[in-house]
């Protein structure tokens, strides 16, 4: 049977106090709509259709695809109105309508796909605190009557633990012909969604309910206490599966992966740690306290050592980076490189056991193996209007505190003495010196010191 997939994410999201769309707020690093959408593409569905009002726009632009139909609701008049609105895309001979919400978005495929194969269903789960959720009410004999919202329940029905959780699968004729008769007569003036379920069972369809096992997935984000639990539930999961999957982490915890982290065995990553975009890291890589890591790919043996930012960057096999480094894009690490405390790199190549070990900066450079670049060594790339190239050959030796001028080549073997302000390329084996030399001054006396106080301090 086919499936249509109806996204909500008109509402304003007013308890978020936000000027931003609720759908936009970021969970694990995405808008919370995008997680929501990568679960309808899963389910392979003809159709997903997502219902945008406030903040329309910005959220067309950012979840911007060719597989959304996107549908306007002008004003926003509850749940069941906003589906409403989909429904010139939803044809009678559809099959099936999946409604989600762009608000929950930890949901996982396989209670949804239960949901689809049972018929005309609801998701449910029972929660420690319902407060706030709509409520499942049953009968005597425990059959599913409806859902009361909490603003026109009971107290007795307050004290229900069953609760809506949005999720709700429908046969599309039955939405098309039921849902306009849906009224607006509660607490709220709005048109309830779930309201539609006890009209089409007045006619004796059925309806049923899938209860969740796992409650801390259909978590609904209204405020940002709830943005800020479901974040840590997603953070939980994702370091559960990476335990599972082979890796060390120090405390689970204290690891926040905000995009892919694919990882080799026997990785070990201590706390602290943020993984944004997609991150690799080789078998046997160690990842120290507080580092970042973007879009980066860290080779089998290699430590990041503690603080370190990696963005864009490339580290191969049996390096050791930082304490305190910053690999900005475009940074490759070939095999055995080090890059020590408060060195900074952007579009470098750093060759076979090479080492840039101490507070140095190397932009726009090509180093070969074997190269040593003493402690506050500068690549001056930029000349105020354009960036130049330094090209270190194998085994260069480059003195502490030199200044390379690029564009700049050091040929194989060449040495630039400590110091040095290197404006001209140097040959193989050569031996630069760039610095004025040096003179001692005999009798010095230093400035204010009377020829009578001679010996004094
Ligand atoms: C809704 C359910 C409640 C359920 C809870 C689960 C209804 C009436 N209530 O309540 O039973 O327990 O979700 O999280 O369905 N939206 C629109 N247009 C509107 C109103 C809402 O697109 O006019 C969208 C929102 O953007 C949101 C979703 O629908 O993504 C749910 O709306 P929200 O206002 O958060 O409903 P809840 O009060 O959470
Ligand atoms: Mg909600």
Known sequence: MSLTVVILAAGRGKRMRSSRAKVLHPVAGRPMLA???????????????????????????ALAADDVVWVEQREQLGTGHAVLQSLPQVREDDGRVLVLYGDVPLLPEAPVRE?????NALLTARLPDPAGYGRICRDAAGAFTGVVEE?????????????NTGVLAIDAALLRHYLPAVGNDNAQGEYYLPDVLPLAMADGHRVHTVCTEDPGAVLGINDRL????AEREFQRRSAEALLRGGVTLADPARLDVR???QCGEDVFIDVGVVIEGAVTLGDGARVGAHCVLRDATVGEGSEVHPFSHLDGATVGAGCSVGPYARLRPGTVLANRARVGNFVETKKATIGTGSKVNHLSYVGDATLGAGVNVGAGTITCNYDGVAKHHTTLGDGVFIGSNSTLVAPLDVDEGGFVAAGSTVTRDVGRDQLAVGRGRQRNIDGWRRPGTAADEKGGH
Request: proline fraction near 2%; include cysteine; charge should be negative.
């Open 35 to 61: 997680h929501v959408l990568d679960l309808a593409r899963r389910l392979d569905p003809v159709r997903i259709c997502v219902v945008v009002g406030h903040g329309g726009d910005a959220v067309r632009e």
């Open 115 to 119: 949901l689809v194969a049972a018929g």
């Open 151 to 163: 603003r026109d329940a009971t107290d007795a029905q307050r004290a229900l633990d069953e609760i």
């Open 226 to 229: 709830q943005l800020a639990s």
């Open 259 to 261: 995009g892919s982290l």
